[in-house]
């Protein structure tokens, strides 16, 4: 009989737990994101801009971030960029998301996981509400956002989560439209290899 009491005391105790943290809906990752890019559909939707350089964004099939619940398990796809080929070489490359609808919501975040090796200048995250959706996104009247704080990789192609970057700037009415791109730069004399996988886009009312 003491072994039921304790048996419901625990069950008891353990679903309180879970209605507690289903109930807060203001941690994002316990609800659907808005939006998942992990790349199983290559660059589909997606926008790459070589703006310097021969080298550009290439879909590597195998060593992008395993998430069984991002549908990309076991192939692992990302999105790769190295600016190195025969040697370290100049390049400024772009890689920018489908469009992204944020009128709806009062809040939004973005979260990616990314990896790299070599030394070179780290990946930048940007926003945008008027880029065109194709072509240079340096075109007259395009502005871009950069969004500051995310973790990255400490290197070696060790997958580190940004953690949530806030870009509650760009939601609300006239925000229809609204683009997040990662901007890879290397140089003649450092030309790191990047891995971005699993950018995820989160809304609240």
């Known amino acids: 009989m003491k072994n039921i009491f304790k048996f419901l005391m625990i069950l008891s105790l353990f679903t309180g737990i ?21 790349f199983t559909d290559g660059f589909t939707g997606w926008v790459t801009f070589s703006e310097v350089g021969a080298q550009i964004w290439t ?6 971030n395993p998430n069984p619940n991002m549908g990309d ?14 040697g370290n070489n100049a390049n400024v490359d772009w890689l920018i998301s489908p469009a992204q609808d944020l009128s709806g919501f009062s809040s939004a975040s973005i ?7 070599f030394d070179g200048p780290p990946i ?3 926003v945008s509400r008027n880029y065109s959706g194709s072509g240079d996104p340096n075109a007259s009247g395009v502005n871009w956002t950069k969004v500051e704080g995310a973790i990255l990789s400490p290197g070696n192609y060790t997958y580190a989560s940004s953690g949530l970057l806030d870009i509650s700037g760009f939601t609300g009415s006239g ?4 683009y997040i791109a990662f901007k890879y730069t290397s140089t003649t004399s450092a030309s790191s290899t990047w891995e971005i996988d699993n950018l995820k886009v989160y809304g609240k009312n």
Request: with cysteine.
């Open 59 to 64: 879909i590597d099939p195998t060593y992008g």
């Open 124 to 126: 930048e995250v940007y």
């Open 73 to 86: 398990y076991p192939a692992n796809p990302c999105a790769k960029m190295s600016g190195y080929s025969g």
């Open 175 to 178: 925000n229809q439209a609204v």
């Open 111 to 117: 979260s990616f996981d990314n990896a790299y090796k």
């Open 18 to 38: 879970l209605s507690s943290c289903d109930d807060k809906t203001d941690l994002p990752y316990i609800d659907n994101p808005t939006y998942k890019g992990d």
